[in-house]
């Protein structure tokens, strides 16, 4: 796991070495190990490790035996042995055991094909000395970053954003199209960014660029096929594939560890993590009743058997850790649960190098409560569409809150016109309240719709919970949820790795029906019967948990006086009546209405206009430097002998013939 920039001339003139250092040690975070550069006449490659695989040798950026061929890589390749022995036998000689390069040799042999052959989290690119030219791709779903932008002068790629504002040659502006949707999802869909000019390379994509040309196309395609066969055959295939997926995933040269929430998916992962080693596992909660997982969590370790670490989390504590968490993301993205992974990670750095976490599974085996809609709307759908049309202007004229209002509406409105995936902030409507008139007039307003009408396009052959998958897949998953794994603990110089997204998983997944996705009042049927001889009972039918966080109480209580200031200090007016926002703080405060995930996007983006905007000092921190983790340690010191009593209790009252199952 590293981070990485490579510059691209297009006036053929030499890169500048110190351009390309500054550019490559903003992003120290991702790669603490080590630092290579490579400076060929107008293509320089900077790069930051982070060693997991061949500790001694796998430095970059790296190259084939005549030094014609340059990679820098950042991410994992899981089937690399498999790879190099196919390689090899097609007489290609390693002198290194890195997958890095597998990935140079696999180059030589398939040329630009090659991102179809790799399973595992990757952005790359590769400098062909032999035919002149710059190549580069992301893996499938996107599990890692890579940003390009294109100036007078060159072509810049990243792993994160802050590594091409540093480079002198973009400009930090906003980009309002980019805003609009922010608005709506609490985070920019790809392929933008926040920024004017940046943009995300898009998950399955990869791009070359010869005689100063830059192409893009994608290699991988999202297909879901359904099979109509008996569950046993589901259970047994997600058994397998997950095992494998796993299996693959721990190939590392350092200590492993994985994100314990409470809920099936992160359980299930250390459940067969745990058959396999034994596991740390890291946990993290908040000081509010209600919000916090840790007993729950706890108890699935104890059944488990894994080496169990948790943190506690207080307001002041989130609250001075949020401008670092703001820009090492580079980007706003709203979802308050980003903090949460952001101190499970700081955990889990002071004992492992490598955590594997849950994101992805419901996605792809269909987890999300919103998913169960169509089915509950299934009757008034059913209804012609003349009834439909009367039932709508009745719910038109009900009062707000009335019983039966929003199942009416929701009803009789197409799902592309209600489902913009598992976010939805601000309507259309509503962001007429609060965005500044004259904005509308200066740049033209672009609905939601923008960003998943060619999504529902290409899925008309799809029933409604597997459009919405798709939909998430390609916005939900790649914008909030991968982001901010990769963010959140890159943060800490941590790799997560996350099983569940993995192309022959979701190869599998796409072959489950609705029906076993969705059944029996629940989520993730099939998957909860794949696991449920791995975990407890209680655990196997848990509701989706993740890691909750009360911004709503600490909005109407400790945060309020900093919301206020942050609203009157931040440079926004341009984008944003702040009198509305002031007014539906005092309304929150005051209990009149809950506005906790419309004040925290709102919050967020201004709190990151201050920071990359503004460019206000004192408001950039590394995680390095975090006080933090000195409070992490002293309530670890704490906890220990507590988490061995309750340990050694729930072990004590569990039957030893459902631990020794899973150990």
Known sequence: MCGFVTVYNKQQKPVSREKL????????????????????????????????????????????????????FNGEIYNY??????????????????????????????????????????????LDLKRNLLFGARDPFGIK????????????????????????????????????????????????????GIHKLEAGHQFVIQDDTLTIERYYTVEFKPEDKPLSYYIEGIQHVLEESVRLHRISDVPRGAFLSGGIDSSALVALLQRLEPTKTFSVGFEIPGYSELDLSRQTAAY??????????????????????????????????????????QLA?????VAFSGEGADEFFGGYNIYREPYD???????????????????????????GKSYIERGTTPLEER?????????????????????????PYQTARTVTAPLYKNTDHYDDVTRMQYVDIHTWLRGDILM??????????????????????????ATIPTKYKIAEGTTKYALRQAMKEFLPADVQSRKKLGFPVPTRVWLRAEWYEWARDLIDSAAVDRYLNKDVVRSMLEDHRDGKADYSRKLWTLLIFMLWHQIFIENKAGLQHDAATSPLAEDIQAQQDQETNINEKQNESFQDESSKDNVSSIS
């Not at 903003?26 to 293509?43: K, Q, S």
């Not at 506690?312 to 580079?330: F, G, I, K, M």
């Not at 012609?384 to 004229?397: D, G, H, N, Q």
Request: charge should be negative; aromatic fraction near 12%; proline fraction near 5%.
């Open 81 to 126: 042995l498999e790879l190099k022995a196919w390689l090899a036998d097609k007489g290609h000689e390693f002198q290194t055991t890195s997958d890095t390069e597998v990935i140079v040799h696999l180059y030589e042999e398939v040329g630009m094909e090659c991102p179809k052959y790799l399973r595992g989290m990757f952005g790359f690119t590769i």
């Open 377 to 403: 709307l299934r009757h008034i759908q059913r209804l012609p569409r003349f009834v439909r049309t009367i039932l709508r202007s009745i719910a038109s004229r009900m009062p707000v809150g009335m019983k």
């Open 145 to 196: 970053p890579l940003y390009w932008t294109e100036t007078p002068d060159s072509f810049l790629f990243g792993s994160e954003i802050k590594s091409l504002l540093e480079s002198g040659e973009t400009e930090r502006e906003v980009d309002i199209h980019s805003f609009y949707h922010y608005l709506t999802y609490q985070y920019v869909p790809e392929p933008a960014t926040m920024f004017r």
């Open 419 to 443: 489902f913009f995936g598992n976010a939805k902030i601000f309507t259309d409507e509503a962001k007429r309240d609060i965005v500044k008139a004259e904005l509308f007039d200066t740049v």
């Open 349 to 353: 750095r002071q004992h492992v190098t």
């Open 484 to 509: 901010k794994a990769d963010k959140m603990s890159m943060a800490n110089s941590l790799e997560v790795r996350v099983p569940f997204v993995d192309p022959k998983v979701f190869e599998f997944a």
């Open 304 to 345: 488990l058997g894994t080496e169990h670490h948790e943190i506690r989390v207080n307001a002041e504590q989130y609250l001075a850790a949020l401008p670092s968490l703001v820009w090492h993301q580079d980007e706003p993205v709203a979802d308050p649960a980003a903090v949460g992974l952001y101190f499970v990670s």
């Open 21 to 72: 250092e500054k550019m490559t040690r903003i992003i120290a975070h991702r790669g603490p190990d080590d630092e290579g550069f490579l400076v060929e006449n107008h293509i320089g490659l900077g790069f930051r490790r982070l060693s997991i695989i061949d500790l001694q040798h796998g430095a970059q950026p790296l190259s084939n035996a005549a030094g014609d061929i340059w990679i820098t």
